[in-house]
């Protein structure tokens, strides 16, 4: 019990006993004199059952003594503490075995001036926590972050994969999602930035794109760094104006990229197998949804 909750009962005990003991004890005359037995009795019923009823309730709310979760970490492990860096520095971060409300719990934080909500280090701490665990012997909290892990969810996510003959049939039906599933399983990869031409439709893997044409340096939400220095990415991008955006472009490439992509079974864009004047309808589809998703979470 914390230190407040303990602090409220004793408040509540205190002044229960100081309401009754002037009830019953104290010389006002026009209470009739009480019995012992009275006493009892009347403490037992406007007190004791009340409170009794008062924690069966709160441990009602709470979810119940036979709901608490247990520790799974051993109480042999308190005090368990190792620094993990994560950056070139040294700076990263420390986990730590120390008590908790139900038991040992496992915690870590971060050096200042680590970043804690960057994705990199969120996969870094669970994968240093997976590492740590499986050495203590402990039930693994992040299993993805273990390669064991990441390859049963990725034959799991092989097995649920419907097939080609599948989606082929869901399509002809008219399920859009389907074709577009459809378009990522079976277009073309494009391995060249020759094959890229001006105002055509491609398959993006996470969307459809219109190429729009290419640039030199870096740009990024319409500024445009010409100079290319000071890690503005210098180089030759590829631009795409995508269906789920409201911005003129949504996805940029660089050469290497489409082509290391289509070379490792990744492809970044693929040819639609389809005319451009489906591909055309579906991107138009595809950015109305978009709007309207926008416009629903806007008004919230």
Avoid at 32 to 51: D, R, Y
Avoid at 186 to 205: A, C, F, I, N, R
Avoid at 276 to 294: C, F, G, K, V
Wanted: glycine share 10%; charged share 25%.
């Amino acid at each position: 019990m914390s230190v407040g909750k303990a602090a409220r009962s004793l408040l509540v005990l205190v002044g229960a006993i100081a309401v009754w003991a002037v009830l019953f004890f104290a010389p006002i005359p026009f209470m009739p004199e009480t019995s012992g037995f009275g006493v009892i009795s009347a403490l037992i019923a406007f007190f004791a059952l009340p409170a009794f009823a008062l924690k069966q309730t709160t441990a009602w709310r709470e979810g119940g003594p036979a709901q608490t979760p247990s520790s799974g970490v051993p109480s042999r492990l308190l005090g368990f503490s190792r620094h993990v860096p994560l950056l070139s520095d040294g700076r990263g971060v420390t986990y730590r075995i120390a008590k908790g409300p139900h038991g040992p719990r496992f915690t870590w934080s971060f050096d200042a001036g680590v970043q804690a909500d960057d994705l990199s280090i969120t996969t870094l701490v669970r994968e240093n926590r997976a590492r740590i665990e499986a050495e203590l012997g402990l039930p693994i909290s992040f299993p993805n972050a273990t390669p064991e892990g990441s390859a049963e969810v990725r034959r799991r996510s092989e097995a649920s994969r419907p097939s080609v003959e599948q989606l082929e049939e869901a399509a002809a039906g008219g399920d859009q999602r389907a074709m577009f599933q459809l378009w990522g399983r079976t277009g073309t990869p494009v391995t060249d930035e020759s094959q890229l031409k001006v105002g055509t439709y491609y398959h993006l893997g996470f969307d459809i794109g219109r190429y729009i044409g290419s640039f030199e340096g870096c740009k990024w939400l319409g500024t445009e760094f010409e100079d290319a220095e000071d890690g503005n990415m210098p180089g030759i991008w590829h631009e795409f104006e995508v269906a789920e955006s409201t911005m003129k472009a949504g996805a940029r490439y660089q050469a290497d990229e489409i082509a290391s992509g289509a070379a490792e079974g990744d492809p970044l864009v693929r040819l639609i197998p389809a005319s451009q004047d489906a591909a055309e309808r579906a991107y138009r589809d595809r950015h109305a949804a978009h709007l309207a998703w926008e416009a629903r979470r806007r008004s919230r």
